[in-house]
């Protein structure tokens, strides 16, 4: 380092930690050595050492002050060092010019070789002379030669030795031009040869070797079949000068010795080249494992007889080691081998794989660079199935730049991977040669555990299950993952049961299937071990039931808009004791209040039947299968009745009272089911839902019955089976399916008012519902709405319709719905005839005495009843005569104006029920009518009230929406009630009327005491008296504008 030249830069972070350090070495120092010192000394040593440390920061301080203005010191530092670089070369150009000067003054001087002189003068002669000027002269001319000729004639002495040589099935193209022949193969290597003369017996001579990644031209050409990483290897592997030259001598040599020497040269080649590919390939492989296979694959480079290999292996975890046979005195194949061939190259231990080795010596002419063998070798019958599956998975290049580590890796495990799935088929399916195809290319076969399933397969390594009583849709695909080497399970339903299935699938296939692996030295053919035989499929089997369950599930929720429910969450351990499948699916049919009534379906439950219909059964299977059908396990169709006891303290949760077996049909052909838009297990469920549907009534019946402790008396029309069930062939279509009547309960009084005999319900084959209540006679007199024959009403509630018939009895019918809740009919009815027809038919007494005692001298009321029964009342109410009426345009004389609907109903404020008011148009004083009659229950006092509001308060609102001029808004009017007869007319929040409704036809209309603003047509004491006939104009022509203009 030149002391004269200015430090170089330093790091102030270096600078800090160095001063630091230093400090802090010296306080340890400090610490260290002042136990040891005196006391009165102590103080100035420590003192000392502050002192430094304090001087040591307080220069690095000042140096990093200074240190920003170390740019220009730098700047002049630089400066300085180019002016003394200047001046330096400036004094040694001086120094040399004077040297040069002093050179060029000798070099004027002239020097003699006296003694040379002498001897070439005297003596003629010059022994200084080199005596390599004798080679460098010119050489005696050869006699002039013709080379055209001399070329041609060598060209036919070499396609004549051709002829008579062996050529290679390798060479690709062989050219002889200007003496010389170029023979190679594309994409690997070329040669070029001649003569040493023109005799027959003369040598081959090898000019030049080379192979494709020296050449310029063939780079060119063919870097487009590798990628940029591989065309780097590849290229960092390329043959150099040495390489050639030592492959010429090699070649040379065997072929001054060969018999056929072209063969022998092209099989020198061919060595070198598949030994460069391998070489390439690995090198490819490591790249390969430490990027994106860093985990269960690796690359084994090894030299075995003077022969390169590579092993690509992977999969270790999914294979099992070779177990030798344990029976004494045999041998297996494995065994055989080791002892016939103790230095055969083995297989690796652990793991499939696939060798890439030089071809052999009668196969050198095989199309590619190499060949190679799988380890296990793919089943013959999987290469019968796909031909074409190694062929196209692990197709060998003949071209060096398209060697591809990649290729053979994915290629092996794409083969592998179809073994697995094609011997995992094998071991869940059974081996039939009757098997048949759907249009798409499905497949029919049988599990082992006695499924008849479809098989698809979009690829090799792709299997798709579904059992053929499903749509499909939603099949259990089993594939093989390449990159872990397991097996993978996956289905579209979103089920968390099947999800669970499936989880259970995948673990059972990753823990006790293993890949078997034949030994060390054999190929031998891929396998599987599988820890239990019958697990696999069975979990198989579980998870395509759990499928055609979802899908029953789904098709029953969302199509047939039937309630699928988890009957086990709550009543798990009365179902168990029940004897129903753990996989059952239940349909709820009806539920109740504490009784709920189920269709429960188990999958793959042979259904109850006897031997006789059983052996039918099996001949019709076996018929139909030959005629080219198939036979579908229909699942059990069964109706569960559950209980719920939970209000019962001494009671369990719930209890089952019924459980009845339903038969079921199971024969369903390939082209009727290819024709139906839903399979053929749907269809079945709508069908047995029906049949679920008409014994769910009699089951909540008979719950009806022991409820009440009443005697069912059942009337049906159709045939049963020896066991008791419904035999569905004999049904009618169009007659009720059975009839039950039942005395009403004794505990239940609705004397004197409603004399209801007993109850009748009829099930017809829509699972409709008909009750009856016969009643010895009616209460009053019915009254028919016009327009209805039957004079009865027509429910509000949609699919609930009650009917009263002119014979006094109640008919209620209910078609079947699929409502969350639903009640018994026989429930519904009595309940409503307690609650609802019971207090009905009290008011309707009253009615009919009033409407009577109500009528003029000819026999008119104006109100009257437009409908009367123990459901609904309506009450008309008629506008004044024609003689009475002073406007025209106010309505249509001798017109109903207004209808009063009263019913009896569930309210909040009534949970017994309470009269329900409703009118068309509205009535502004309704909220008053309908409080006063559930207090009072007196109809003289509503007749009454309606009789002196009901015209007044059409006309009142016919007033107010009547056309005026635009200083009248309209909006601005409000209608207050204040009780029956007493009305607020208010605008605008400046002035109010109130109007009275009086008898006999009387309005007093009068000045509102909070009013801000009197009205002037309204003003004097008492108010205004009017009549119905004058009501409409005044309001219309003056105490609206007096309002407004206030």
Not at 1 to 9: A, F
Not at 300 to 325: C, G, K, R, S
Not at 832 to 852: C, D, F, I, S, Y
Request: net charge neutral.
């Amino acid at each position: 380092m030149n002391p004269l030249l200015p430090p170089g830069p330093a790091d102030l972070k270096e600078l800090t930690s160095r001063c630091i350090d230093r400090s802090y070495d010296s306080l340890y120092n400090l610490t260290t050595s002042l136990p040891n010192t005196a006391s009165e000394e102590r103080r100035g040593v420590a003192l000392k050492q502050l002192q430094d440390t304090h001087a040591v920061f307080k220069k690095l301080l000042v140096l990093t002050r200074w240190s920003v203005q170390s740019p220009l010191a730098d700047k002049c530092a630089e400066l300085l060092q180019e002016a003394q670089t200047f001046q330096d070369q400036a004094n040694e150009t001086n120094d040399r010019l004077y040297f040069l000067h002093r050179d060029l003054d000798r070099a004027k001087e002239r020097q003699y070789d006296l003694t040379t002189a002498i001897d070439v003068l005297y003596g003629g002669t010059y022994t200084r002379l080199p005596r390599v000027i004798n080679y460098a002269m010119h050489p005696r001319e050869f006699p002039p030669v013709d080379e055209e000729t001399s070329i041609a004639e060598l060209d036919a002495v070499l396609r004549f030795r051709l002829i008579e040589e062996t050529i290679p099935d390798k060479f690709t193209h062989i050219d002889v031009h200007e003496g010389f022949v170029t023979a190679g193969a594309s994409g690997e290597f070329e040669m070029v040869f001649t003569v040493d003369g023109t005799k027959p017996d003369s040598l081959w001579l090898v000019a030049s070797v080379q192979t494709v990644l020296t050449d310029p031209v063939a780079q060119a050409t063919f870097k487009h079949l590798a990628s940029t990483s591989s065309l780097r290897i590849i290229q960092s592997n390329a043959p150099t000068d040495v390489h050639y030259m030592q492959l010429k001598i090699l070649i040379q040599k065997r072929l001054n010795q060969s018999a056929t020497p072209l063969l022998d040269a092209c099989n020198i080649m061919s060595d070198f080249c598949c030994s460069l590919a391998l070489r390439i390939l690995h090198a490819q492989g490591q790249l390969l494992v430490d990027t994106r296979w860093p985990h269960g694959v690796s690359f084994l480079h090894q030299d075995h007889n003077d022969a390169a290999t590579l092993d690509i292996v992977y999969w270790t975890d999914a294979t099992a080691p070779y177990v030798a046979a344990s029976t004494p005195g045999t041998f297996s194949l494995e065994e055989m081998r080791n002892r016939m061939h103790p230095d055969a190259l083995r297989y690796p231990a652990a793991g499939c794989c696939v060798r890439l080795q030089p071809n052999t010596t009668n196969d050198k002419t095989a199309a590619g660079l190499f060949s190679l063998q799988l380890f296990p070798a793919p089943p013959s019958m999987l290469l019968q199935r796909y031909p074409a599956l190694v062929p196209e998975a692990l197709a060998v290049p003949t071209n060096l730049y398209g060697l591809s580590a990649d290729h053979f890796l994915l290629g092996a495990m794409d083969v592998h991977a179809a073994s697995a799935l094609f011997c995992l088929e094998q071991h869940l399916l059974v081996q039939t040669n009757t098997d048949q195809d759907y249009d798409d290319g499905a497949e029919l076969r049988w599990l082992t555990t006695g499924e008849r399933v479809r098989v698809t397969r979009s690829s090799p390594r792709n299997m798709r299950l579904a059992r053929v009583d499903s749509s499909g849709r939603a099949p259990l695909e089993v594939s093989w993952d390449m990159r872990t080497g397991r097996f993978g399970a996956f289905c579209l339903a979103q089920a968390s049961s099947i999800a669970a299935a499936v989880a259970h699938l995948e673990t059972l296939l990753h823990t006790t299937v293993k890949v078997q692996l034949p030994g060390v030295t054999v190929a031998g053919e891929f396998a599987l071990v599988f820890a239990s035989n019958d697990d696999v499929a069975a979990a198989v089997a579980a998870v395509l039931r759990l499928v055609v369950a979802f899908e029953l599930e789904a098709f029953a929720s969302g199509c047939a808009n039937l309630p699928v429910v988890r009957v086990r969450d709550r009543h798990a351990a009365a179902v168990d004791a029940a004897g129903v499948a753990s996989d059952a699916v239940f349909v709820e049919l009806v539920r109740g209040k504490d009784a709920t009534v189920y269709l429960v379906v188990e999958l793959d439950t042979i259904p109850e039947v006897t031997l006789d219909k059983a052996r039918k059964r099996r001949r019709r299977c076996r018929r139909r299968d030959s005629d080219g059908l198939f036979s579908l396990g229909p699942p059990a169709f069964s109706i569960l009745h559950v209980v719920d006891e939970t209000h019962r303290p001494s009671a369990s949760s719930s209890s089952v009272r019924c459980l009845e077996r339903l038969p079921t049909p199971g024969y369903v052909g390939t082209k009727k089911r290819k024709r139906r838009d839903v399979p053929s297990l749907s269809a079945l469920l709508l069908d047995m839902a029906a049949v679920g549907r008409q014994r769910a009534q009699w089951h909540l019946l008979d719950a009806f019955a022991t409820k009440y402790n009443v005697l069912l008396t059942t009337t049906s029309t159709l045939s049963t089976t020896d066991d008791g069930s419904v035999e569905l062939a004999s049904t009618p279509p169009s007659s009720s399916l059975w009839t039950v009547s039942c005395p009403f309960p004794d505990r239940l009084h609705t004397a004197p008012h409603v004399d209801v005999h007993r109850l009748e319900a009829r099930v017809f084959p829509d699972s409709s519902v008909e009750v009856t209540v016969h009643v010895g006679s009616s209460p009053f007199a019915y009254i028919s709405p016009q327009g209805s024959s039957s004079g009865g009403r027509g429910g509000g509630r949609g699919s609930f319709v009650a009917t009263a018939l002119p014979t006094g009895d109640l008919v209620y019918r209910r078609r079947w719905t699929n409502q969350k809740f639903q009640l018994l009919l026989m429930d519904v009815v009595v309940a409503n005839v307690m609650l609802h027809v019971k207090p009905m038919a009290e008011l309707g007494r009253r009615l009919e005495r009033t409407l009577l005692s109500s009528l003029n001298a000819d026999g008119v009321g104006q109100i009257y009843a437009e409908r009367a029964d123990p459901f609904k009342f309506t009450l008309a109410c008629r506008g004044l005569p024609r003689c009475q009426s002073s406007s025209q345009s106010l309505m249509i004389c001798d017109d109903v104006i207004m209808r009063v609907h009263v019913e009896h109903k569930v309210m909040h404020q009534y949970p017994r029920g309470a009269f329900v008011l409703t009118t068309a148009p509205s009535h502004a004083l309704l909220p008053f009518l309908q409080d006063a009659l559930n207090t009072h229950k007196s109809t003289a006092q509503l007749v009454e009230v309606l009789e002196r509001t009901a015209v007044p308060l059409v006309m009142l609102s016919r007033a107010l929406t009547a056309a005026y001029p635009a200083a009248v808004v309209p909006s601005n009017f409000v209608l207050v009630p204040r009780s029956q007869t007493h009305l607020r007319l208010t605008y605008a929040d400046r002035c109010a009327v109130d109007v009275v409704f009086l008898a006999d036809q009387k309005i007093n209309v009068r000045s509102a005491p909070s009013s801000l603003v009197p009205v002037p047509s309204c003003a004097m004491p008492g108010g205004l008296l009017l009549d119905h006939a004058s009501f409409y104009d005044t309001v219309r022509r003056s105490l609206v504008p007096e309002m407004a203009a206030l």
